[in-house]
């Protein structure tokens, strides 16, 4: 599957560069000259990674990372924050607000360039942490309401969908129990309920011990490579 990349940039020279260079690394490109809609795609799609024009109209580019990393879908996404600013503190408040990478204006093919082939190796990784597979075991949870027993149906690094799960309300903290496939020890994990849609229940994962980390790591890279 190609990678998917966000392109928040009012400048249409610099949009057109970037979307040019970008697919010669056979990238599909989502380019926004608006952020109020480069920000509604980053509450509905997950991207490989975003690169934001810091001083964009209606909103800045500092509150788009913000809100990225904030949201369900893009929270690990590698972030470029692109900016003519040359100042030391523009950089430090750009990793502040979650940025990864800093592209300084005026942008260039061999700059750019540069940059993709740093970037790539940080969006691999990142389709990796939220790579989902399709992994049926049975998970014992535990709120402080309900005790139940569900199926999850589909896994990746920081979450699991659980089918039968009672009606639970977005934001509940749960405990978790369960065995991997093919593995005898029981993982002990605490989460929270991020998602509840057509019966089926998202638990992100707040704390699992290394070693189950570990586990469950191996088991997603290997079934979605």
């Known amino acids: 599957m190609k990678m998917k990349v966000l392109v928040a940039e009012d400048d249409d020279a610099s949009l057109q560069l970037m979307q040019l260079v970008l697919e010669s690394f056979d990238v599909t490109v989502h ?3 608006s952020s ?3 920000m509604a795609a980053i509450d509905s799609e997950a991207f490989d990674c975003l690169c934001l024009d810091l001083e964009m109209p209606e909103i800045h580019g500092f509150e788009l990372a913000r809100h990225a990393r904030a949201s369900v879908h893009n929270r690990t996404a590698p972030i470029v924050i692109i900016t003519g600013r040359d100042e030391k503190d523009t950089m430090k408040d750009s990793f502040a607000v979650g940025g990864t990478f800093f592209l300084q204006k005026p942008v ?3 700059k750019l360039r540069n940059l993709l082939s740093i970037v790539w190796g940080a969006m691999i990784e ?3 942490r939220v790579a989902q597979v399709e992994v049926r075991m049975k998970v014992s949870g535990r709120t402080t309401q309900h005790v139940f027993t569900a ?3 589909a896994l990746s690094r920081h979450d699991m969908q659980l089918d039968g799960a009672p009606l639970l309300i977005v934001g509940t903290k749960i405990s978790l129990s369960f065995s991997l ?8 994990a605490s989460g929270i309920v991020e998602k509840v ?3 089926r229940t998202c638990v992100r994962f707040v704390h699992l011990n290394p070693g189950a980390l570990e586990r469950v790591r191996a088991l997603v890279d290997q079934a979605s490579s």
């Open 31 to 33: 380019s926004f000259r």
């Open 36 to 38: 109020s809609q480069a």
């Open 108 to 110: 260039d093919r061999h």
């Open 126 to 128: 990142a389709r990796r």
């Open 151 to 153: 199926e999850c149906v």
């Open 181 to 188: 496939p093919g593995q005898h020890a029981a993982i002990d």
């Open 197 to 199: 849609d057509a019966g």
